[in-house]
């Protein structure tokens, strides 16, 4: 029988949580990197025991580590990333020159082939690809050196690039989500790029047909149909048919459109989930009520789901990487809070456990189906 590994990124440390096909007991280790912020934990398509984390520490700085072992033991790999150095500047809308910093890895995305190639996103808004296990790393400079470059700025968290999806039918073809520039794709394996933020409205910028400047929070895509995505915006959820050629809001009946992640059910391309916050000063769940909203339709309409979840003086966030699904025939979706909670369903959503509590505040969760 299949089993369920999920890979938890924390304020203080990495976790992992395993389980059997029935996903009904689970097994939890950890913490490794205890004190550090795990901003992602990610697992290889290609090789599942290879493990990829995002660590960083206050006086270390940041640290990618890999475990060849599903995190029994882990080491750190190259990290020729230059967090010192400031690398070009850009402007605010008002003109106002700021430098490129780097902070932070804030996602990995492994090649679904190639067990030794990955993908890291990071603040400011670059995007690094290793091809040999994470011994060196490439800038794919051509994002950052976009003309529109200098219009980007940063969201609340930092100008971070936190969402990477390698598109399953076009091997050249990626996409990227930065907050606060919008998404991007490549269709030459990042030698160019193009902004694909048409159909974005965004209160806070002057011209509400901006090319960037757009506070993307998620993107989401489903591997059979690679040219629709989703994408959970700083207001708006909305959806593309077409690559990102032209994006339409889909937020329907959500009690509020605000939110961080976004999610398609493992064999439903149609079936999405997202967690509505109350606002963007108010990082909570609305009214109190921790509640996971289901779309079977691909948006538009929404149904609450709530059974095992608090619905009463719950005050917890969900941020953009701590939600993910299995591929189990019964998908399995699972999500991570601010309150150290990691929720788990086995049917697709209808009912939830809590998988564990009391961890430190969750950053990611990610599912991987083993043998």
């Known amino acids: 029988m299949s089993r369920v590994r999920l890979l938890v990124g924390t304020r203080k440390g990495a976790f992992t949580l395993t389980a059997d096909g029935a996903r009904k007991d689970w097994t939890v280790e950890g913490p490794f990197f205890g004190g550090w912020e795990v901003y992602h934990v990610a697992g290889s398509p290609a090789a599942p025991d290879r493990l990829w984390a995002s660590a960083s520490g206050g006086w270390f700085g940041q640290v990618i580590h890999r475990s060849d072992d599903g995190g ?110 919008g998404a991007f794709r490549t269709d030459d394996g990042g030698d160019s790029w193009q902004p694909i933020n048409r159909g974005l409205r965004s209160g806070g910028i002057p011209d509400e047909d901006a090319e960037v400047g757009h506070c993307v929070h998620r993107l989401a895509q489903h591997p059979t149909r690679p040219d629709t995505l989703f994408m959970q915006k700083h207001w708006d959820v909305l959806r593309t048919d077409d690559a990102g050629g032209q994006w339409r809001e889909i937020s329907g009946n959500l009690p509020t459109d605000f939110g961080f992640p976004i999610a398609v059910h493992a064999h439903e391309p149609e079936t999405i989930y997202v967690v509505p916050i109350t606002s963007d000063s108010e990082h909570y769940v609305p009214e109190g009520k921790l509640r996971v909203y289901r779309s079977r339709t691909g948006g538009d309409e929404w149904e609450p789901l709530t059974e095992g979840l608090p619905q009463q003086h719950c005050y917890v966030n969900v941020l953009r990487d701590a939600m993910s699904v299995d591929t189990l025939d019964d998908c399995g979706i699972y999500f991570g809070t601010s309150g150290g909670q990691v929720y788990g369903s086995s049917d697709s959503g209808n009912t939830w456990t809590a998988i564990v509590r009391d961890l430190p505040a969750v950053l990611s969760v990610e599912a991987q189906v083993l043998p």
């Open 72 to 181: 029994r033991s882990w080491g750190a790999v190259g990290n020729d990333f230059d967090y010192r150095g400031a690398v070009g500047e850009h402007l605010w809308y008002d003109g106002t020159p700021r430098k490129w910093e780097f902070k932070r890895i804030w996602h990995l995305e492994p090649s679904r082939t190639d067990p030794d190639t990955v993908y890291a996103g990071g603040e400011d808004a670059a995007l690094y690809r290793s091809t040999d296990g994470g011994r060196e790393w490439t800038e794919l400079s051509a994002l950052r050196n976009h003309p529109t470059g200098p219009q980007w700025q940063p969201g609340a968290g930092g100008m971070c690039l936190h969402t990477i999806i390698l598109d399953p039918a076009d091997p050249r073809r990626i996409y990227v989500a930065i907050s606060a520039a």
